[in-house]
């Protein structure tokens, strides 16, 4: 039974110092992910030397022997304090005087292995603790040195994590917390041992420290402590333009950055939890934008009683194959949705008359040939020796008139009518839902108020006439639009040889255009 206790507490210490080692070699095939990780494989490799030397020192039942294994414990041993400092410096974002670190590491290492005039041990007793055989030591001055340099790390090392752990954002917390603790716990086992508090008097500190050597793999590897990331990604969220909201499985509000909060005045802390139909109730396109999921192009989104256009993007949140939630970015394209407004606006209107232009009018013949089921007509208007007025008064007169003429033409027409300057000093108004008789009269009354029209230029008043040509398109046909234009510049053609200030084709409201 005392035997296979001690079976027992080697295999045991010895199967930890395996896996430190083996993580200690993990650690350095990693260390391109983190810049800490050779430290930390380092400091692992020093632990597993102490854990398995400690391991075989307990079985030994002569001083010779367990002498030999506590040779091998100190070449772990003296390096810990030191890498603890350094890797507590990496935390604070402090360099290390690494050189200067290791004085006293080697000194233990020279001092422990050779015991040149007993600076390190005075005495070595064997005493039995049934069923261990332990060495007994009188310290001389280099391992009080050594002993005080581990209790200075550790101690170091605590108040760095728990100091930092103030400044921290909340996300990196835990991360100094763990750490903290993993410092704290071999100084109450080193506490604990030198006491003569542990049992059997055996030195608890190889397994103690080796679960701080757990904790700190878990930490830089699993928690990320000392790679930028985490920091990065917390500021990239809180300062990024688009807004992002993020919520569970259930869409309840888990998180947003500033950028939304400032966007959407109905959040703050007091909604996080909170249903996203609820928290947006005025907003019903965000909880249905989260539904959908993917990418919704441009959602309009009443922000501070302003209509704002958002491309929205919802993506599920997954880590290691599970899914956590969803996060929603909405970044404001409202800039962009006006300025292809105004281009489209532009691209489409006359900048003289301030009317469309020929494309425009295209686009909407284009349109609606392939759409109306009902006629509509065409009319091409062209004033009456237009040439005159720019020979006679100059350009700026000619140019006072044709956005007089349009402003005339446009007064009398509805919303869904498109008038154009076609070109020169001619105009075209397209009519959907107007057939050739009622186009006819159309052209009657622009005609007739064009030519009542007075335009004032430098004192002078300006009168004018126009020439109207009108086509009709009929539901049933499959003419082009292009047809349509040229029998319209046939028909002006024709009033413009009938006497301008006239109409074709003449017929029916003939008449009409005479009374
Ligand atoms: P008609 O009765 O046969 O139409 O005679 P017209 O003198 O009006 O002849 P036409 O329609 O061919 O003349 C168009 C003139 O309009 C020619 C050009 O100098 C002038 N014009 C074209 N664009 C502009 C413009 O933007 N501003 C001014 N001021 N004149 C223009
Ligand atoms: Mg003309």
């Given at each position: 039974?005392?035997?296979?206790?001690?079976?027992?507490?080697?295999?045991?210490?010895?199967?930890?110092?395996?896996v430190i080692?083996l993580m200690a070699m993990v650690a350095w095939r990693r260390r391109a992910h983190s810049h800490e990780a050779h430290i930390l494989a380092l400091l692992m490799l020093s632990v597993?030397?102490?854990?398995?030397?400690?391991?075989?020192?307990?079985?030994?039942?002569?001083?010779?022997?367990?002498?030999?294994?506590?040779?091998?414990?100190?070449?772990?041993?003296?390096?810990i304090?030191?890498l603890w400092i350094i890797l507590a410096h990496r935390h604070a974002g402090?360099?290390?005087?690494?050189?200067?670190?290791?004085?006293?590491?080697?000194?233990?290492?020279?001092?422990?292995?050779?015991?040149?005039?007993?600076?390190?041990?005075?005495?070595?007793?064997?005493?039995?603790?049934?069923?261990?055989?332990?060495?007994?030591?009188?310290?001389?001055?280099?391992?009080?040195?050594?002993?005080?340099?581990?209790?200075?790390?550790?101690?170091?090392g605590?108040?760095v994590y728990?100091?930092k752990?103030?400044?921290l954002?909340?996300l990196l917390r835990w991360q100094a917390i763990l750490m903290g603790i993993a410092s704290?716990?071999?100084?109450?086992?080193?506490?604990?041992?030198?006491?003569?508090?542990?049992?059997?008097?055996?030195?608890?500190?190889?397994?103690?420290i080796s679960m701080s050597g757990f904790v700190s793999y878990y930490v830089v590897f699993r928690l990320e402590l000392f790679d930028l990331m985490p920091m990065?990604?917390?500021?990239?969220?809180?300062?990024?333009?688009?807004?992002?909201?993020?919520?569970?499985?259930?869409?309840?509000?888990?998180?947003?950055?500033?950028?939304?909060?400032?966007?959407?005045?109905?959040?703050?802390?007091?909604?996080?939890?909170?249903?996203?139909?609820?928290?947006?109730?005025?907003?019903?396109?965000?909880?249905?934008?989260?539904?959908?999921?993917?990418?919704?192009?441009?959602?309009?989104?009443?922000?501070?009683?302003?209509?704002?256009?958002?491309?929205?993007?919802?993506?599920?949140?997954?880590?290691?194959?599970?899914?956590?939630?969803?996060?929603?970015?909405?970044?404001?394209?409202?800039?962009?949705?006006?300025?292809?407004?105004?281009?489209?606006?532009?691209?489409?209107?006359?900048?003289?008359?301030?009317?469309?232009?020929?494309?425009?009018?295209?686009?909407?013949?284009?349109?609606?040939?392939?759409?109306?089921?009902?006629?509509?007509?065409?009319?091409?208007?062209?004033?009456?020796?237009?040439?005159?007025?720019?020979?006679?008064?100059?350009?700026?007169?000619?140019?006072?008139?044709?956005?007089?003429?349009?402003?005339?033409?446009?007064?009398?027409?509805?919303?869904?009518?498109?008038?154009?300057?076609?070109?020169?000093?001619?105009?075209?108004?397209?009519?959907?839902?107007?057939?050739?008789?009622?186009?006819?009269?159309?052209?009657?009354?622009?005609?007739?108020?064009?030519?009542?029209?007075?335009?004032?230029?430098?004192?002078?008043?300006?009168?004018?006439?126009?020439?109207?040509?009108?086509?009709?398109?009929?539901?049933?046909?499959?003419?082009?639009?292009?047809?349509?234009?040229?029998?319209?510049?046939?028909?002006?053609?024709?009033?413009?040889?009938?006497?301008?200030?006239?109409?074709?084709?003449?017929?029916?409201?003939?008449?009409?255009?005479?009374?």
């Amino acid at each position: 039974m005392a035997i296979s206790l001690v079976v027992l507490v080697r295999l045991f210490l010895s199967g930890v110092a395996c896996v430190i080692f083996l993580m200690a070699m993990v650690a350095w095939r990693r260390r391109a992910h983190s810049h800490e990780a050779h430290i930390l494989a380092l400091l692992m490799l020093s632990v597993s030397a102490y854990c398995f030397g400690s391991a075989q020192e307990l079985a030994q039942t002569s001083l010779p022997q367990a002498m030999f294994w506590l040779h091998v414990e100190y070449l772990g041993i003296p390096w810990i304090p030191a890498l603890w400092i350094i890797l507590a410096h990496r935390h604070a974002g402090r360099r290390s005087p690494i050189l200067l670190l290791l004085i006293i590491p080697v000194l233990t290492l020279v001092g422990q292995w050779t015991n040149l005039y007993n600076l390190y041990d005075t005495s070595i007793t064997f005493v039995l603790h049934d069923p261990f055989w332990i060495v007994t030591v009188q310290r001389g001055p280099i391992a009080l040195l050594n002993l005080a340099y581990l209790f200075g790390a550790l101690f170091y090392g605590n108040t760095v994590y728990f100091w930092k752990y103030r400044t921290l954002p909340a996300l990196l917390r835990w991360q100094a917390i763990l750490m903290g603790i993993a410092s704290t716990f071999p100084l109450l086992a080193y506490l604990v041992y030198l006491c003569g508090w542990s049992p059997w008097g055996l030195d608890i500190a190889p397994l103690v420290i080796s679960m701080s050597g757990f904790v700190s793999y878990y930490v830089v590897f699993r928690l990320e402590l000392f790679d930028l990331m985490p920091m990065a990604r917390a500021m990239v969220f809180k300062n990024m333009r688009d807004a992002v909201l993020v919520t569970n499985l259930h869409y309840r509000l888990v998180d947003f950055n500033t950028a939304a909060g400032t966007l959407l005045p109905m959040l703050d802390a007091t909604r996080l939890g909170t249903d996203v139909d609820s928290v947006f109730a005025q907003i019903p396109a965000i909880g249905k934008a989260f539904r959908a999921q993917g990418t919704s192009k441009d959602v309009s989104i009443q922000v501070h009683h302003e209509e704002r256009h958002f491309d929205v993007s919802v993506f599920a949140l997954m880590q290691d194959r599970y899914q956590y939630g969803w996060a929603m970015i909405l970044a404001d394209i409202t800039d962009q949705v006006h300025m292809v407004e105004n281009l489209q606006i532009q691209a489409e209107t006359d900048p003289l008359t301030g009317v469309a232009n020929r494309r425009a009018l295209v686009a909407a013949m284009e349109q609606d040939l392939r759409a109306l089921d009902e006629p509509f007509s065409l009319l091409l208007i062209d004033i009456d020796h237009f040439k005159q007025i720019n020979d006679r008064l100059g350009h700026r007169a000619g140019d006072l008139v044709l956005h007089a003429v349009a402003a005339q033409i446009g007064r009398g027409l509805r919303t869904k009518d498109l008038l154009c300057r076609y070109g020169g000093d001619e105009f075209a108004v397209f009519l959907p839902g107007i057939e050739l008789a009622q186009a006819l009269d159309v052209a009657e009354r622009i005609r007739r108020a064009t030519e009542h029209a007075q335009i004032e230029f430098n004192g002078e008043i300006l009168r004018v006439t126009i020439s109207v040509g009108v086509a009709e398109h009929l539901p049933n046909s499959d003419e082009h639009w292009q047809q349509m234009l040229e029998r319209a510049d046939q028909e002006l053609y024709s009033a413009k040889t009938h006497g301008r200030n006239c109409i074709e084709p003449v017929g029916k409201p003939a008449a009409l255009r005479l009374g």
